[in-house]
């Protein structure tokens, strides 16, 4: 198995801007996900703000939970573009970050 | 249900492949590195299909649809939690898995925590929740197979072991790894058909479906109404069942989200790509997988509580058979035979890559590190991989015929629940949190896996309705438990004076490592101010 560990030299000071910028964008990323699944089921779950129906045959349960799906589309798409803008910004030679 | 020689034939196709596969896998599993994570060679979204094909068991497939069909919109929780826990390890567990670990958990841990308590604990706790997870889809598959092919429970259960052990033992991760990417495109491609049939059923209209759904569940609630007879979930709305279900299902659900990210069967996966860029692709890949197939569960669900005849009350309890009997009404033998298929594929897939990590802690993680001190002949060392490989198939194989006609369906939720009760706190705590302390991760580990498993012993799972436990998900009380035994011991261990230094040295060094894949070597060149603050 090839070894993780890339060519390069480490910097200390390059790799700290990359732990940031990494923490910046993962940060939210996470909390909005955490939040929008887990009041999902709180909301569905516990109360009966979610019953009755938007239009019919699409109930507002139904609505929030495919709506779901649309986020981690989202948040897979912007996670994936933000990280390869991160890591060009950061390159092997000056970070070790592999690309 | 018995399928014909239609089935035999697709089955035996199906079978020639998978063997086809090993044979090739076979001849380049030659180390310990190509058995347990091939390598490193599985191109990212390679790797993303084969995780696919790894995490949706037949309980996903044939179970969800089957959920829905039965239990309306409650069901449709067991496909959202997916591409949702997915996310969540991309985001936090995924990239600095690969960039730390080697072979398995043990590994990620070991780079901080280098005493072998906490190897050991992982190890264990990764070999009992995979035994208990082996047993489960043993049991499940083995019914499911005797119900669709119609053959004895024992002959269903051995077959499943024998192809089973022939993939890992010989063809290892390669193998395993390319039967997953089968399953997934087979897995796709049956979905698709199904889909499409259902909705030409219905007007090209998902709406009308759902329409068709309520309007059926509120006729057969008014007439349980009418009869005196409670009411039976509605199709679109949540059914809430009274205090205690509502909880157990939160907690259910809680369970097996957290309980994706400490998995070691789903986490080793990620070991096998050369990076963490081919790990995020990976993740990528999968996420958009089970969120464009498992969205369309509902379609199936609800295609099955129309299309079959008697609607709810024609499905057979658990629901498992909603797909198959969808198909034989939609496409005849041969698309049962091809969705029978597709389950038996599900099912090898699924236990193949357990059997694989199963193998992993014990050959890596207790030969190799904790009995041989990391001082290892590679031979000897794959003959034992090998040997785990036989020994976790043949111990699961033999418990699941012991316990045929057991309830074990608990047995699922309480692997996955350890998993999300003593992994994820040590893997989370390893990884992000500066104060963790090797006792602080080891006794967090075992307080999770122990309260994970009392709750069990003491539910109404197996002590019936006296049982002082009447949640009969865990994940509530266990996962905070897990986490809060690791704070608390951390916080009264923390070392002081060089210890200290050292302690904040090497967790700086993990950190970049973590982030970058680069070992920074000696790290005590990082300022305080320089130090990695984890999330």
């Given at each position: 198995m090839p070894p993780s560990t890339p060519p390069g030299e480490f910097n200390a000071e390059q790799y700290r801007e990359l732990e940031s910028a990494r923490k910046k964008l993962v940060t939210p990323l996470v909390i909005i996900t955490a939040v929008a699944f887990w009041a999902q089921q709180i909301i569905t779950n516990f109360t009966g703000w979610m019953d009755g129906a938007v239009f019919a045959g699409m109930s507002w349960a139904y609505l929030y939970a495919f709506a779901l799906f649309f986020l981690v589309i989202a948040v897979t798409t912007y996670y994936r573009r933000q990280m390869a803008a991160i890591e060009a910004k950061y390159k092997p030679s000056q970070t070790g970050a592999e690309q | 249900m018995k399928i014909s020689a239609t089935a035999a034939v697709i089955f035996l196709l199906l079978v020639a492949v998978t063997l086809g596969i090993t044979y090739w896998a076979g001849k380049r599993n030659k180390s310990v590195s190509s058995h347990l994570?091939?390598?490193?060679?599985?191109?990212g979204r390679q790797n993303g299909v084969a995780i696919a094909g790894d995490f949706i068991s037949a309980a996903s497939f044939l179970g969800t649809t089957g959920a829905i069909a039965l239990g309306g919109f409650n069901g449709f929780y067991y496909a959202v939690y997916i591409p949702i826990a997915y996310v969540l390890a991309m985001l936090l567990v995924a990239e600095p898995l690969r960039n730390l670990g080697q072979f398995t958990l043990g590994d990620v841990l070991a780079t901080r925590f280098g005493g072998m308590n906490v190897r050991g604990a992982i190890a264990t706790s990764s070999i009992i929740l995979s035994l208990i997870y082996i047993v489960a889809q043993f049991v499940g598959a083995a019914l499911l197979i005797k119900l669709l092919f119609g053959i004895e429970y024992w002959v269903a259960a051995v077959i499943i072991g024998v192809l089973t052990t022939i993939y890992t033992l010989f063809g290892g991760m390669l193998a395993t790894t390319y039967i997953q990417i089968v399953k997934t495109a087979i897995l796709l491609f049956c979905g698709a058909i199904l889909v499409v049939m259902v909705l030409a059923k219905f007007g090209w209209n998902p709406l009308t479906l759902f329409q068709k759904a309520e309007a059926a569940t509120n006729a057969a609630n008014e007439a349980a109404k009418a009869a005196g007879k409670p009411a039976s979930p509605e199709a679109l709305e949540p059914f809430r069942g009274g205090a205690l279900k509502q909880w157990d299902q939160f907690s259910l659900i809680l369970g097996v989200t957290l309980g994706v990210l400490g998995l070691p069967h789903v986490m080793i996966r990620?070991?096998?790509?050369?990076d963490s860029n081919a790990a995020r692709t990976s993740a990528v890949t999968a996420i958009w997988i089970f969120a464009g197939f498992l969205i369309f569960m509902p379609v199936l669900g609800y295609g099955g509580m129309l299309l079959i005849e008697k609607g709810r009350a024609g499905i057979p309890p658990g629901g498992n058979m909603t797909v198959p009997m969808l198909s034989n009404i939609l496409g005849g033998d041969v698309l049962l035979s091809f969705v029978s298929a597709v389950a038996f594929a599900t099912i090898l897939a699924a236990l193949s890559g357990l059997v694989i990590a199963t193998s992993g802690a014990v050959a890596h993680d207790i030969y190799g590190k904790l009995m041989k001190k990391g001082q290892v002949d590679p031979s000897k060392q794959l003959l034992v991989a090998r040997l785990a490989t036989l020994g976790a198939v043949v111990v699961s194989l033999l418990i699941a015929l012991l316990v045929e006609?057991?309830?074990?369906?608990?047995l699922a939720t309480l692997a996955i629940t350890i998993s999300a009760s003593a992994n994820l706190p040590a893997l989370l705590g390893t990884i992000?949190?500066?104060?963790?302390?090797a006792k602080g991760v080891f006794w967090g580990m075992i307080a999770g896996l122990a309260v994970a498993v009392l709750m069990i012993l003491l539910s109404t799972t197996f002590?019936?309705?006296?049982?002082?436990?009447?949640?009969?998900?865990?994940g509530i009380i266990s996962i905070p438990a897990g986490f809060i035994v690791m704070y608390l011991v951390s916080m009264l261990t923390q070392p002081k004076g060089e210890a200290l230094t050292a302690a904040n040295s090497l967790f700086d060094r993990i950190r970049v490592q973590a982030v970058t894949?680069?070992?920074?070597?000696?790290?005590?060149?990082?300022?305080p101010a320089q130090r990695a603050v984890g999330h």
């Open positions: - | 994570v091939a390598s490193g060679h599985i191109s990620f070991l096998t790509v050369r006609k057991q309830n074990v369906a608990f992000y949190w500066r104060k963790a302390t002590m019936g309705e006296s049982a002082p436990v009447k949640l009969t998900a865990p894949g680069m070992d920074p070597g000696n790290p005590d060149h990082l300022t």
